[in-house]
């Protein structure tokens, strides 16, 4: 059944895409931004224009390909922009330094969402049990101590089992990323 059948515009759909991308990303394109200008007003002024420029220039987004390198694209330039008509208020960083520092955050953005994704395969490898503990620590966000009171354990055996179930997962992923 396509959006028209039911009832949606393929305008509301699209916008809909955009909004989860950009819930999903926001916070890493701030943080792309950031690395470039190092300044906090200046990152924030920049990213309420490029969440701007994003929401304009999303209808020639081609949404078989990854968002966040295509917003991180973008906000480049509007960084760029930024920096031209900011010059006079102070020194910054070098036109070459600042495309070096963007391809870098830009590639390493790429290598950190493999590597999650590499992360979620390995616990799904995990038993039950081990994927319980993590999701009650990472997920839940309970404390060790309150675990162990929970299921009856010392605290220290608890400690120990993420620490096996850490390194577990941190070999299955590097041995996944070597495979890759």
């Known amino acids: 059944m396509g959006a028209a059948e039911l009832g ?3 305008d509301l759909r699209r916008e809909d895409v955009f909004l989860t991308c950009f819930s999903r990303d926001r916070h890493r394109i701030y943080r792309f931004i950031f690395s470039l200008l190092l300044d906090e007003n200046d990152a924030e002024e920049v990213f309420q224009q490029v ?3 994003l929401w304009k220039s999303f209808g020639g987004f081609d949404e078989s390909r990854e968002f966040l390198p295509w917003a991180c694209t973008v906000a480049y330039r ?5 920096r031209r008509t900011a010059a006079k208020r102070g020194v910054f960083l070098t036109d070459e330094l600042i495309a070096v520092i963007a391809d870098e955050r830009i590639r390493t953005s790429n290598r950190s969402r493999h590597r999650l994704e590499l992360l979620e395969e390995c616990l799904a490898l995990l038993g039950p049990r081990d994927r319980e503990l993590v999701g009650m620590v ?6 060790a101590g309150a675990v162990a009171e929970r299921i009856g354990k010392a605290v220290q055996t608890i400690y120990n089992r993420l620490n096996l179930i850490r390194r577990n997962l941190l070999d299955c992923v590097n041995r996944k990323s070597a495979h890759a």
């Open 78 to 82: 509007c960084v760029q922009r930024y």
């Open 51 to 53: 969440s701007v420029e």
């Open 138 to 143: 990472y997920r839940d966000g309970e404390s």
């Open 8 to 10: 949606e515009t393929p």
